[in-house]
């Protein structure tokens, strides 16, 4: 049964930083589109950063943009999301989700066709 484990959320202080971890089984990330996705409360779930194997290029929502990196690592199946200056506004529970095909613009529509989805992990940023 494929699935994503997520791990790496927790609570920070404004400024501080923080890594997710997403480790894949059961289908292999490098041939498919991966990415992060988050919903903060009484907000809808927002893209936040995510990689598709047609073009190997990271997207992110702009206000992540120089401060989070999203990166893969084909040996161990796995991805990361690399918070950095993080604020209070990033606050939500993120979720990992894949789709085991690539396309140019899949990004765009991850969360409508994802197949599969970890099972979220909790950041909070708070003084």
């Known amino acids: 049964q494929p699935q994503l484990v997520e791990s790496g959320g927790g609570s920070v202080q404004p400024g501080g930083s923080l890594r997710l971890s997403c480790a894949a089984s059961?289908?292999?990330?490098?041939?498919?589109?991966i990415g992060w996705l988050r919903q903060a409360p009484g907000k809808e779930l927002e893209g936040v950063s995510c990689?598709?194997?047609?073009?190997?290029?990271?997207y992110y929502t702009d206000s992540v943009k120089g401060r989070f990196t999203l990166t893969r690592d084909n040996a161990k199946n796995t991805v990361y999301l690399q918070m950095n200056s993080l604020k209070p506004e990033d606050t939500a529970v993120y979720y990992c989700?894949?789709?085991?095909?690539?396309?140019?613009?899949?990004?765009?529509?991850?969360?409508?066709?994802?197949?599969?989805w970890g099972q979220g992990t909790q950041v909070t940023v708070s003084s």
């Open positions: 990689m598709s194997s047609s073009d190997d290029y990271a």
């Open positions: 059961g289908f292999t990330l490098a041939y498919g589109t």
């Open positions: 989700a894949a789709m085991e095909r690539a396309y140019d613009s899949a990004c765009v529509y991850l969360s409508r066709e994802a197949d599969y």
